[in-house]
């Protein structure tokens, strides 16, 4: 059941659904929990949604930190992340990851976002965790509302939209994402078209979460393959939407991968190494893409991973009379 829309003067903290989708990682999840409960309001809500994981240790910590546990058996971050938006009744809902700890205003800070009724996403700032407040640039509030404007509108980790909205869109792309082999760009993806179908995104420097790297070079570099085949085939989406916007997306992405590779070789470093992993994810995405249906805005999941179902968890016997 939906719950009415506040005016935006009055949305409040217990308007807020936090959805946090994790699998396998539960020692991370427990920190990231900490962290949520240490800077958080109680009046949000935290949901944990557990992407398929082989065993209970996900819903232990779950239900440990008192949150709210839902599950789904087909792994998928957008899968998950869909579950989660279903999970929720409240306006506005605000994801993050289980490597990234929110400091304390977060969710204030997105909040006032929203009170210009016009702001249908809100983003915040991902920073290394080893980073002190020194070594932070001040940087400044950023607004957008063109469809390509959506690469640089924010990623994942830290999120915020208002619920109908995001459910007016079919949510996010479910072939899109950690887990399915276009394993990236879901959150660019979801960006695009909010923007495409009127929206205004803003990019909110005070809400700042901290992330923990923990990838060798090896998953590093296989992260930017993923991140490139999800990023082709949300351009190769776009270009039967509208070739203007893929085209302007492709012109964008060709420069940028373009300077990176140069300043990547100048630097002879290894990053040039992770450049090149991107761009052929980038062109095999797109391939991949001309093979997917679409409905509507999003790519038809014709070959979802086969689902991953756990013993069910036995309820506690009854108290004799």
Known sequence: MNAPVPSPAALRLRDVSIILCTRERPDMLRG????????????????????????????????????????TDTKGLSIARNLGLDSSDRPIVV???????????????????????QITVATGRMLDHELVATDVPPTERIVYRSAV????????????FRRDVLQTLGGFDDTLGA???????????????????????????????????????????????????????????????????????????AVRS?????????NRGRGARDELAMVEGILRGYLRSRHLRLSGSTFVDEHPPTPIRLPAVPRPADSPS
């Open 179 to 253: 887990g399915r082999y276009l394993a990236g760009a879901e959150d660019l993806d979801i960006f695009c078209r909010a923007l495409a179908a009127g929206g205004t995104a803003v990019f909110v420097p005070d809400s700042v979460v901290l992330h923990v790297n923990t990838r060798n070079p090896v998953a590093y570099r296989r992260l930017m393959r993923g991140y490139g085949l999800g990023l082709g085939a949300l351009v190769g989406k776009w270009w039967r939407l509208s070739p203007k916007v893929g085209a302007r997306l492709t012109a964008t992405l």
């Open 258 to 266: 373009g300077r990176r590779l140069a300043r990547s070789a100048k």
């Open 149 to 160: 404007r959506g690469l640089d509108a924010g990623h994942g980790a830290v999120m915020a």
């Open 95 to 117: 994801y993050t990851d289980d490597d990234c700890s929110p400091t304390p205003g977060w969710i204030e800070a997105l909040l006032r976002a929203f009170e210009d009724e």
């Open 32 to 71: 990231a929990l900490a962290a949520i409960a240490a800077g958080t309001d109680p009046e949000v809500e935290v949901i944990v949604v557990d992407s398929a994981s082989t065993d209970s240790r996900t819903r232990e910590v779950a239900l440990q930190a008192g949150t709210r546990y839902v599950r």
